[in-house]
Nanobody, 112 residues
């Protein structure tokens, strides 16, 4: 299984980014997927999750109303649309399959 994230970068507070995670080596459409984030010195925390067909999503309270997780099973890709970003969203963002496989992460820095 390989997961490759992209889309991170530097953005000003209030700005937006869209992260992508392309998966290979698994029957992508059969499995739920999740996004986590981690800052130095802290545990990795769940940001958002989506079921296999995309019908159900869950979010951390801190990102509800600002972030949207979605997926395109035809492209083996899960997305995280992040709007109204805040400095406290600064972290390395990872996608994961079952928390057993992780991507390399993509850095998001929210700063003016």
């Amino acid at each position: 299984v390989q997961l490759v994230e992209s889309g991170g970068g530097l953005v000003q507070p209030g700005g937006s980014l869209r992260l992508s995670c392309v998966a290979s080596g698994l029957t992508f459409s059969s499995y739920a997927m999740s996004w986590y984030r981690q800052v130095p010195g802290k545990e990795r925390e769940l940001v958002a999750a989506i079921t296999s067909a995309g019908g159900t999503t869950n979010y951390a309270d801190s990102v509800k109303g600002r972030f949207t997780i979605s997926r395109d099973n035809a492209k083996n890709t899960v997305y995280l649309q992040m709007n109204n970003l805040k400095p406290e969203d600064t972290a390395v963002y990872y996608c994961t399959w079952r928390r057993a496989y992780w991507g390399q992460g993509t850095q998001v820095l929210v700063s003016s």
